[in-house]
Every structure is written in structure tokens, then in C-alpha cells.
């Protein structure tokens, strides 16, 4: 026997849900603080050219990474086909793609279709 009834639990969802919307509320806005403090301590640090300090509170070393930022995707994607170059790619299948092709009735080998179920809650 359930000690709650679906009334119950749906409300208790729901006040879980805004719980969470606050918490992660506060959490953007701790991110946005985080952030701007790196960016001062990195022009700090430019400033006095150094890549590397420590306090009390813990260590902090500049680092620089590059990622690929596409402004051309037919350009991108040719150049991949032509060079035989698929590790350039993330290997994910595209949902709505997928989606779309089960829908027209095309098969797609080597994907096998996987049904998520899961509740959506709309406050009122």
C-alpha cells in the first residue's frame, strides 16, 4: 500500500523542483562570481607575467588550451570526407536525425533505438 497519494507526490515533485530551480539559481550566480574572479586573477598575473602563485587559500597556474570554433561547416565537412577524417568528429548520433529516419521508415545499421521514459511537470 502507497502512503502517499498521487496528489501527494505530485506536489511534493513539484516543491522538489523549485527547490532545485533555486539551488541552481544560486549556483549560476556562484559561477558568475567564480568567473569573474579568475578573470581578474589572470589579469592580475599578466600583469605581473607570471603563469604560476600560490597563498593559504591554494594554488592557481594559468593555463591556454585551443578549441576549434567552425564558421564554415560545408568547408569543414568536406575537407573531413576528402582526408578521410572522421576522428574530427564527436561520435554521437544526431536525436532528431535519428528520429526523423525511424519515422520515414529507414533503417540505420549499427543503431539500435532505446525508448527513455520519464515525467514532465508543469507548475500551474
Known sequence: MMDNTLH?????LGELRTEKKRLEFEAR???NLITSKEHEIMD?????QIIESKSGAG???LGEAVYPQVNDWDAFHSWIWENHYLHFLEK???VLAY???LGQG????GVLPFTKRKITFREI
Open 59 to 61: 594554488k592557481v597556474t
Open 99 to 101: 528520429r526523423e529516419a
Open 29 to 31: 550566480e556562484k559561477s
Open 8 to 12: 501527494d507526490l505530485i506536489f511534493q
Open 106 to 109: 529507414i533503417p540505420v545499421p
Open 44 to 48: 592580475v598575473m599578466d600583469d605581473l
Open 92 to 94: 554521437r548520433p544526431a
